[in-house]
């Protein structure tokens, strides 16, 4: 019941800008801490960024701080990250979710692709 589906990602230039969207469906939104992971080609999974509930608590992982802004509406259960100043090692499929429950609750992915 829990669906997580992410959008927004796509080719894109150096030093561009991209948002992408999660939308959130199957439980309450609200109530949850949310973050963004990546997987970069070849790479294992990474954690990306967090926004705790009621939005205003945010981090990041050091590589992404002052370019990337997470936020929410819970209005709408949507997640959102902002992606500016783009570089090609933030190359990846995006996921957004959250950790609960066995092996927490992610989405299929979107690919972000950053080059000239």
């Known amino acids: 019941q829990v669906q997580l589906v992410e959008s927004g990602g796509g080719l894109v230039q150096p030093g561009g800008s991209l948002r992408l969207s999660c939308a959130a469906s199957g439980f309450t939104f609200s109530s949850y801490w949310m973050h963004w992971v990546r997987q970069a080609p070849g790479k294992g999974l990474e954690w990306v960024s967090r926004i705790e509930t009621g939005g205003g608590i945010t981090h990041y992982v050091e590589s992404v701080k002052g370019r990337f802004t997470i936020s929410r509406d819970d209005a709408k259960n949507t997640l959102y990250l902002q992606m500016n100043s783009l570089k090609s090692e933030d190359t990846a499929v995006y996921y957004c979710?959250?950790?609960?429950?066995?092996?927490?609750?992610w989405g299929k992915g979107t690919l972000v692709t950053v080059s000239s």
């Open positions: 979710g959250n950790p609960y429950g066995g092996m927490g609750n």
